[in-house]
């Protein structure tokens, strides 16, 4: 995150940390999700740089495109051995893999540990104008 993004948060009132410590997750689990995270965007990356369409990806995955395109948001749905065989799939070899979920890049890809945002300044809440059409009348 850009420095000077992070201190206008932080002197509004937001707090940084990892996932783990805003899920109050264990060790565990925070190193299963940032492992997920890092092989998702790597899996994006690939298939980016070898110009390959979600739908295309899916066909070779025998899936459908929009579960590709969970697998690329790292889905919590998606298994870590579809992330994988996505991978695989893309050209990259099992070291590769292997060093993207441990490192968060394959071949120059983008990484995955990123702290966010765990609290907010206290708001209360804004009174929202009804949006148009938003009334319960039914059609006859």
Known sequence: MDPAKRKRLEDAGFKFGTVGE????????EEMIEMKVALAASVRDLRGRKRISQAALAKQLESGQARVSKIERADPSVSLDLLV???LV???TPDQVARA???GKIAGGATARRSVAV????????DRP????AATASRR
């Open 22 to 29: 805003l899920f109050q997750l264990d060790r565990a689990d």
């Open 101 to 103: 979920m441990t490192a």
């Open 90 to 92: 893309l050209g990259a």
């Open 119 to 126: 609290s907010g300044p206290k708001r209360e809440p804004a």
């Open 130 to 133: 009804r949006r148009r059409g």
């Open 85 to 87: 065989r996505a991978a």
